[in-house]
C-alpha cells in the first residue's frame, strides 16, 4: 500500500548529504504505485522532485512539495544468440547492475562501473565515463506520463541522447517518470581501452588481453583514486559539464594558453575539460568554508561536513564568475540544482 509521509529529511537522500526536508515523500516500489499515486489530483498540482539515489542533486532549500522516490527493483536477462537483452527496474543501483553483467561476461557496461546513482536516472542525463556513453548500450526504457497515467517506451532515438543530455532534461523536463530501463548487450566483448588512463592502469598490471572484469577494476580502481566517495565525502561527482565550445571561440584561447586541455565534439566544435580550467584559476583541493574543490578532481565539488546547499551553490557560482574572467568560457552546471 503506498504511503505518504510528511516532513521527512532528505539527508540521507542526496549524496551532498546536505540537510533539506521534504514537505511529502512517497516511495515508489512498483510501478502501479505511481498509477495510485496520481489517481489523486492533488499531486498532478503539487510540485514534484522525482529521487533515484540522489547522487547528482544539490538540494537548496526545504522542498515544499512532493518527493517521489523510485525504489523498483528487478533485473531480467534474456540471450539472443551473442546478444544480451538487460531489462532493470529504475530504482536498481546502478553498479549492482553492471557487477550483475561484468560478473555474467555480459559485455558493454564495465568502463561505466563505479558510477554512483540508480539504473532510472542513467537515460536522463546520458550518463558516461571512460569512453563509453549509456547510449552506446541502451535499447530502451518504460515511462510514466504523469498526466495521462499511461506508460510510454522510448526507443534510443526518442531518446535524444547528447552529451549528459536527453529528451527527459530537455522538451519532456517533468513529464515521465522512467520505470526500467533495457539495454543490449554483447557476449563477445568489444574492450574499449580509449581512455589512456586504462591502457596504462593495465599495463602497470602487467595485463595485456583484457577481460571486461580487468577493464571493470581498472576502471573501478582510477575512479576510487581520483573521485570522493560519497558515502564518506558528500559530492555529486562531476559538478559542471565539459563546456563544448566552436572552433572559432576556441582559436583565441588556444593561442593564449597553448596546454589547454581539448578534445574534438564533432565537426567545428571542441570540448573543454572544465577540471582543467577550474585549476588553471587556482581552485584545486581549496577548503572554502564547509565545501571546496576534491583535491584530486576539480571538477568535484564535496561537503567537508555541514555544508548547505545554498553555500555550495554560492561556491559554484565564484568558479563559474573565475573560470569566465580567466578564460572567457561559462561552466554549465552538470547537477540538478533543486531551489
Ligand atoms: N584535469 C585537470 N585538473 C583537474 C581535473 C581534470 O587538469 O582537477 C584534466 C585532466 O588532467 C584531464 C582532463 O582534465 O586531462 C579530463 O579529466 P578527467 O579524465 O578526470 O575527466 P573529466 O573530463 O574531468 C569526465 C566526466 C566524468 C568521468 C570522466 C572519465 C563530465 C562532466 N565528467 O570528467 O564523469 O568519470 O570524464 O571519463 O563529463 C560525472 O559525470 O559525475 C563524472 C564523474
Known amino acids: 500500500m503506498l504511503q505518504i509521509q510528511q516532513n521527512v529529511s532528505l539527508k540521507n537522500f542526496n549524496t551532498f548529504g546536505v540537510e533539506a526536508n521534504a514537505s511529502f515523500f512517497a516511495e515508489i516500489n512498483h510501478e502501479d ?3 495510485e499515486l496520481f489517481m489523486d489530483p492533488q499531486w498532478q498540482q503539487t510540485e514534484r522532485l522525482v529521487i533515484g539515489g540522489g547522487s547528482n542533486l544539490l538540494l537548496i532549500n526545504d522542498f515544499e512539495g512532493l518527493v517521489i522516490r523510485i525504489n523498483i527493483r528487478g533485473i531480467e536477462h534474456r540471450i539472443n544468440h551473442n546478444e544480451v537483452f538487460i531489462e532493470a527496474g529504475a530504482g536498481e543501483v546502478w553498479n549492482d547492475l553492471v ?8 559485455a558493454g557496461l564495465e568502463n561505466l562501473s563505479l558510477i554512483p546513482g540508480s539504473v532510472g536516472a542513467s537515460p536522463i542525463q546520458n550518463i558516461g565515463a571512460y569512453g563509453v556513453e549509456l547510449k552506446d548500450v541502451f535499447h530502451s526504457c518504460k515511462a510514466f506520463e504523469i498526466s495521462t497515467g ?18 527527459f532534461k530537455s522538451e519532456l523536463k517533468g513529464q515521465y517518470i522512467i520505470v526500467s530501463v533495457k539495454l ?24 595485456t ?9 581498472v576502471v573501478s580502481h582510477i575512479r576510487v583514486a581520483k573521485l570522493p566517495d560519497p ?14 565550445i566552436t572552433a572559432d571561440e576556441f582559436g583565441p584561447i588556444k593561442e593564449k594558453f597553448p596546454e589547454i586541455v581539448n578534445y574534438p565534439a564533432g565537426e567545428g566544435f571542441i570540448k573543454l575539460a572544465a577540471g582543467w580550467l577550474i585549476e588553471q584559476c587556482g581552485w584545486k583541493g581549496k577548503i572554502v568554508g564547509n565545501t571546496g574543490t576534491w583535491k584530486n578532481q576539480a571538477l568535484v565539488l564535496v ?13 559554484s557560482s565564484q568558479i ?13 552546471r552538470e547537477v540538478n540544482i533543486i531551489s
Not at 99 to 106: A, E, G, I, K, S
Not at 150 to 167: A, I, P
Open 231 to 244: 558515502s564518506t565525502i558528500g559530492n555529486a561527482g562531476s559538478f559542471f559539464k565539459n563546456p563544448v
Open 33 to 35: 504505485e505511481l498509477v
Open 184 to 207: 543490449e548487450l554483447s557476449l563477445i566483448p568489444d574492450i574499449n581501452l580509449r581512455y589512456g588512463a586504462i591502457e596504462q592502469e593495465l599495463a602497470n598490471r602487467g595485463i
Open 99 to 106: 557487477n550483475f553483467c561484468v560478473t555474467r561476461n555480459y
Open 320 to 332: 563559474i564568475d573565475s573560470v569566465y574572467t580567466k578564460f572567457g568560457v561559462i561552466l554549465q
Open 303 to 315: 561537503n567537508h561536513g555541514g555544508a548547505t546547499g545554498e553555500e555550495v551553490y554560492s561556491f
Open 150 to 167: 499511461q506508460f510510454k517506451t522510448f526507443s534510443k532515438d526518442d531518446c535524444k541522447f547528447g552529451y549528459r543530455e536527453s529528451v
Open 209 to 217: 588481453g583484457p577481460t571486461i572484469k580487468d577493464v571493470s577494476q
